[in-house]
């Protein structure tokens, strides 16, 4: 099961305006020159979770709640669709069904 989004989906999550500082982990790198430095480590890089994402979604819009389930084998992320349409996403993992919603949210402006 995978529980962190990858560098590049966290990195979009900070440039639709989610703070970096909203992320639980933090991953570096290493780079190896050939100068005298030698080995030299990059900043670290924001990495939001399972949990974080959980966290940041709003539990309700427009008075319907946040459902998270399965169908099918597939998980599923949605707010209740009678006042808002496409406000779901079904995906193999739970994680990336969530990152989808939330990229949604953040798209509308439900996501202060």
Known sequence: MKTQLTASES???IELGVSPERASKRESSVAYGNGARGIMKSPEIPI???ADL?????KEINRE?????TDDGEWYAEYNNTTLPSSYSFAPE??????SLLLWCLEKGYVK
């Open 11 to 13: 990195a979009k999550l």
């Open 48 to 50: 939001f979770t399972l």
């Open 54 to 58: 959980i966290d940041i979604l709003p």
């Open 65 to 69: 709640h946040l459902e998270i389930g």
């Open 94 to 99: 739970l994680i990336d069904a969530l990152y």
